[in-house]
């Protein structure tokens, strides 16, 4: 199957197309099994869409069958996702009178983060209110609440933000139902072989690398050398991180000559990581980039490039 364009940078560009709206709702509605339209795409800073940004998010207002409207936040995760998620989805509530008859926030983050809890590849977060003595929830026989903004309302816990965390990172490939295709694009930047739903055919065509013009193109390359650098520098403040806590349970005073070695090795270490962080960029133009082009911004020889997409 060919390569795609990453999930990431598809949402921040050719998803955020009207065209392409039914891409997304087939994402959402399949994720949430809730049957959505898309509105419109809130405009906001969160919808950022340059190469260099940090963040991949896209806020959506959609209605349901019901005519009932929701804000989707979808957003790409790295490191401290779970503050960013806390910290948008609060920033989704509005007192402006077009806001005020929202049914509900749902926040959907797709982490490729190393999370070590937890062995699924989707989680589903909501907010409940339970008795501290009693352990009931407060919605339980009709219970009334007073509220921040009202005298009195009836609680409905429906109106408080909902989260699903999507780990890609975790399916193991094989495709059992809607959402597991949507994994394993997540995943793999491609479609499944065994993929049947009809949206993939959407997403194979408007997602296809080869339709891309030379500038969309140019662009998609900086975002994805942008990723690879951002990934290597967490993965050497991790280990740098891990190597000072080693550091500091050692017990001082070690000789000059010890405190050379170190040095020694610290620097053979660096090179490693240089040397490393080629071949990461390198793999990951592989799709997008021909082995000249590839060796001149990574400075490794063409035949070494060769040698790594006979390997792919």
């Given at each position: 199957?060919?390569?795609?364009i990453r999930?990431?940078w598809?949402?921040?560009?050719?998803?955020?197309?009207?065209?392409?709206?039914?891409i997304?709702?087939?994402?959402?509605?399949?994720?949430?099994?809730?049957?959505?339209?898309?509105?419109?795409?809130?405009?906001s800073?969160?919808?950022?869409?340059?190469?260099?940004?940090?963040?991949?998010?896209?806020d959506?207002?959609?209605?349901d069958?019901?005519?009932?409207?929701y804000i989707?936040?979808?957003?790409?995760?790295?490191?401290?996702?779970?503050?960013s998620?806390l910290?948008?989805?609060s920033?989704?509530?509005?007192?402006?009178?077009?806001?005020k008859?929202?049914?509900?926030?749902?926040?959907?983050?797709?982490?490729?983060?190393?999370f070590d809890e937890?062995?699924?590849?989707?989680y589903?977060?909501?907010?409940?209110?339970?008795?501290?003595?009693?352990?009931?929830?407060?919605?339980?026989?009709?219970q009334?609440?007073?509220?921040t903004?009202?005298?009195?309302?009836?609680?409905?816990?429906?109106?408080?933000p909902?989260y699903?965390?999507?780990?890609?990172?975790?399916?193991?490939g094989?495709?059992?139902?809607?959402?597991?295709?949507?994994?394993?694009?997540?995943?793999?930047?491609e479609?499944?072989s065994t993929?049947?739903?009809q949206?993939?055919?959407?997403?194979?065509?408007?997602?296809n690398i080869?339709?891309?013009?030379?500038?969309?193109?140019?662009?998609y390359?900086?975002?994805?050398?942008?990723?690879?650098?951002?990934?290597?520098?967490?993965?050497?403040?991790?280990?740098?991180?891990?190597?000072?806590?080693?550091?500091?349970?050692?017990?001082?005073?070690?000789?000059?000559?010890r405190k050379?070695?170190?040095?020694?090795?610290?620097?053979?270490?660096?090179?490693k990581?240089?040397a490393?962080?080629?071949?990461?960029?390198?793999?990951?133009?592989?799709?997008?980039?021909?082995?000249?082009?590839?060796?001149?911004?990574?400075?490794?020889?063409v035949?070494e490039?060769?040698?790594l997409?006979?390997?792919?």
């Open positions: 199957m060919q390569k795609l999930f990431d598809a949402i921040k560009t050719v998803l955020r197309k009207k065209d392409n709206f039914d997304l709702e087939a994402f959402i509605s399949d994720l949430t099994n809730i049957d959505v339209k898309i509105q419109e795409i809130l405009e800073e969160s919808n950022q869409q340059e190469a260099h940004d940090k963040f991949n998010r896209v959506i207002l959609v209605r069958e019901n005519n009932n409207r989707i936040e979808i957003q790409n995760n790295e490191e401290d996702y779970l503050e998620v910290f948008s989805t920033n989704k509530i509005s007192l402006e009178e077009d806001y008859n929202i049914k509900k926030v749902i926040s959907i983050n797709i982490d490729y983060s190393e937890g062995e699924e590849c989707i589903h977060g909501k907010t409940e209110f339970v008795g501290m003595q009693t352990k009931t929830k407060l919605n339980e026989n009709s009334i609440m007073l509220a903004y009202e005298p009195y309302h009836e609680y409905d816990p429906k109106v408080f909902e699903y965390i999507i780990m890609p990172n975790r399916f193991t094989e495709t059992k139902d809607k959402f597991d295709e949507w994994l394993y694009l997540l995943k793999n930047s479609i499944s993929a049947t739903s949206v993939m055919n959407r997403v194979d065509e408007q997602l080869l339709k891309m013009s030379k500038e969309e193109r140019k662009t390359e900086r975002f994805v050398e942008n990723q690879v650098i951002h990934d290597t520098q967490m993965e050497t403040a991790e280990a740098k991180g891990r190597e000072e806590g080693r550091k500091e349970g050692r017990k001082e005073g070690r000789k000059e000559g050379e070695g170190r040095k020694e090795g610290m620097q053979k270490g660096l090179e990581g240089i490393q962080t080629k071949l990461q960029l390198a793999t990951a133009l592989l799709d997008i980039l021909d082995d000249e082009t590839i060796a001149l911004k990574t400075g490794l020889p035949s490039v060769a040698s997409r006979n390997q792919a």
